[in-house]
């Protein structure tokens, strides 16, 4: 089983992953591509300034994607100020900047793959800079911002300290020896002073986008173009390595986030390296470089010591098909009891349900799925009748996967699997009288399917109940509107209006049961 070292945040019992530099090369050996990225105090900060005391109204913009509204706050907030946003970005319009750096921490980062998150209440160095004494009211103040937005965004985030540690520690070395070993362009995206890195490093293919200490939100597509540029031109694999403040970093997270350029923030966290050079370099600010190197070290150790050794739930998915950020909020205070699921596949969404709502021994959940294979491309009205009978219960690799995944939940005892096709079993379920507080319908996603499965579903829900359906706003290439589902949601709601109301539509449709 797969395992994780966690530690504290600064003087907060919030968890984050603390893994090895090793964790990293893993990655880039296996070519499974990441982009790393932090959020230190200085962003979190800006929030802060803008909802000191005012936290309730940051969780209802947070919850409500007011994203434009947060920037606009943190902007005033910072009018006059002489630090922060301000000093940084003084000439510059970085309202769109801004809502994107939001909308990819509390968003984006949740979601993608891709992108992995390290956030700090200081810069990752604990006492040793970057953190206030523990009850000084601004390191209050950023760990309710971060609860906030965790609150939000459930993700696992990072230590936003890693990559300054492995410098620290002399690792740092082992990277950059592996991308010359696989021949990776090397691209430095940052201030002039960057450049000394090729040097320090050895870098075989080395690039550097120079990019101005402040006012560099001005040109910042050009210096996405750029990189994009050399990404095109080669035949190699691409990383960048950028040190461009939290709020462009998470612009070029954005960016980058669907392409093959591997990233990794890496502001400056290599900077000890050159620190004979702080005098020389009018772009290089002293920072961390003037710190005492033997209570780095020990810090470090002691960190790492003191981590605590999580074992993850290495749970297998193929597919990203349930998109779960946004439905505790949609569902925000229902505690079903019951749960029915039709199309459960690998069992993404039953292992969400079981662990956000399958809290206690007496709740359960009833999966349907006659897993057979998986064909989106197929429209026809029986799609998955059509199939012979001694294919039907063929492919188990799939409820295989299902099976391991709902071990590791340890409440397998709790799901009831009905290995079958929903019109079959759904009628069984209702002759028992079971009764349901939460149906999930993401089977067959042809609209006659879908309004089969609605309607028997209803009679299982009970009063006050919710049923959500998945890919309502799927739209069928070719218009055929009887091969989606949405034809038969629209049907359905219409049908029974008066009986239900609608609480979300969009990528799902949501509705609650008023009456029978
Ligand atoms: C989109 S997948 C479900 C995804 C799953 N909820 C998740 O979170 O990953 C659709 C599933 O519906 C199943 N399915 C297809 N036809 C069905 C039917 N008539 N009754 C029940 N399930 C069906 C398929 O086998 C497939 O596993």
Redesign the pocket.
Known sequence: METHKLVNLEYTNIEVMLPSIDFFLEKIKNDEIFHFYKVNHGMIDSIYSAYKGKYNELETDLLEKNYEKISKNIQIAFKDAEWGLSYWHSDSNVEDYLINFIRVLVEVSNIHPKIKTGISLGVGLHTFWGVWEQHNEMQVGRTDVIKKIMNVNKSKFYYAGLFKHYTIKGEIFKLFNLLNELNFEVVFLGPDYLRLYKDVFNINKFHHINIPVRGAANNFGDYIKQLKGIENNTNNKTIVLHSAGQMLSAVLVDELKDTNIWGLDIGRSLDILIKDKVESEPTMYKCWTILDENGLNNYVDELRSSAKIEKMKNYK?T?D??RVNQFENWLSGFEPNKIL??????????VWFIETYITNDTKSITC?????N?NHSETSLH??SDISDDRKYDNNI?KDRFLSNIELTGRSSQVNVLHG???IELPKLSVNGDRFDLI?I????TAS?VLTDAIYSWWLLNEGGIMIF?DYGWVHEKNNNQSVPKFAIDSFIECFRGYLDVIHIGEYAIIKKKKF
């Open positions: 998915f597919q098909w349930f699921e039709i199309g459960s596949f690998e069992g993404k969404s039953t349907i799925d006659p897993w057979l998986y799609t998955y799939i096709l929903s019109h999930l993401d089977g067959n996603h399917f998945d």
